[in-house]
């Protein structure tokens, strides 16, 4: 059975921590994703990875950045956290394009107090 | 990126079929037409794509418009396990996945 697995399910952070959110595939997928879900605003891209090292931006990239060391694994960084990146995060891998599907992990939600 | 329309929410009976509309008037030649699903507490989980032809599965069926500016996913019967957010998106040339607010079904029993 194919998996995304995103480290934690519930997150409660301090303002100002550095927060790192870990997400990890085992399908071999070149492609992965970072997107955060708000109510009413859908899922919105903060940034992929269509390789090792590879990064772009997505829509939303402001006040975070991403580190791709290895294939399987995608890691967001939130360098000092800020109470408007309270969220719902989740995580995607996919095949390169045209390939069909992306597969998203069970997302993590994020609190800053 | 390119961009999908789709209305907020729709209700269905169950047991019926369900047509949820998507407008892309921007999509290009090479852009695959996806559609997720993303239940309560859940991951979005993929359930249909095609480009230019209409496309059945186990889930549901697509179909696109001759000028693909529109595309419709049909839910032969719908349950209540259907009730979800459903997204219309554009699988584009560089990889990227990009979702909108999708269409929140209703499911009355």
């Known amino acids: 059975d194919v998996k995304v697995t995103q480290s934690s399910r519930y997150l409660v952070k301090r303002t100002g921590e550095k927060v790192f959110l870990e997400c990890v595939q085992d399908?071999?997928?070149?492609?992965m994703f970072w997107y955060r879900q708000d109510p009413g605003l859908g899922l919105r891209l903060i940034y992929f990875?269509?390789?090792?090292?590879?990064?772009e931006k997505g829509d939303i990239p402001e006040g975070y950045s991403v580190s791709r060391e290895k294939k399987e694994r995608f890691s967001l960084i939130l360098e000092s956290a800020s109470t408007n990146q309270t969220s719902m995060y989740l995580c995607?891998?996919?095949?390169?394009?045209?390939?069909?599907?992306?597969?998203f992990g069970q997302g993590t939600r994020l609190t800053v107090v | 990126d390119a961009k999908t329309t789709q209305p907020n929410s729709m209700e269905s009976n169950e047991e019926e079929p369900v047509h949820l509309p998507c407008n892309h008037s921007?999509?290009?030649?090479?852009?695959?037409i996806h559609w997720y699903r993303q239940l309560p507490s859940q991951g979005p989980e993929y359930v249909i794509h095609?480009?230019?032809s209409n496309v059945n599965n186990r889930m549901a069926s697509l179909a696109i418009a001759e000028d693909r500016k529109s595309s419709t996913l049909i839910l032969h019967r719908a349950t209540l396990r259907d009730a979800a957010v459903y997204y219309c998106?554009?699988?584009?040339?560089?990889?990227?996945?990009?979702f909108g607010t999708g269409t929140s079904l209703t499911v009355i029993p």
């Open positions: 921007t999509i290009s030649g090479t852009d695959y």
């Open positions: 998106i554009l699988r584009e040339t560089g990889n990227q996945f990009y």
């Open positions: 990875s269509y390789d090792v090292k590879m990064k």
């Open positions: 995607a891998s996919s095949a390169t394009w045209p390939a069909t599907e992306a597969f």
């Open positions: 399908m071999d997928h070149e492609n």
């Open positions: 095609g480009l230019t």
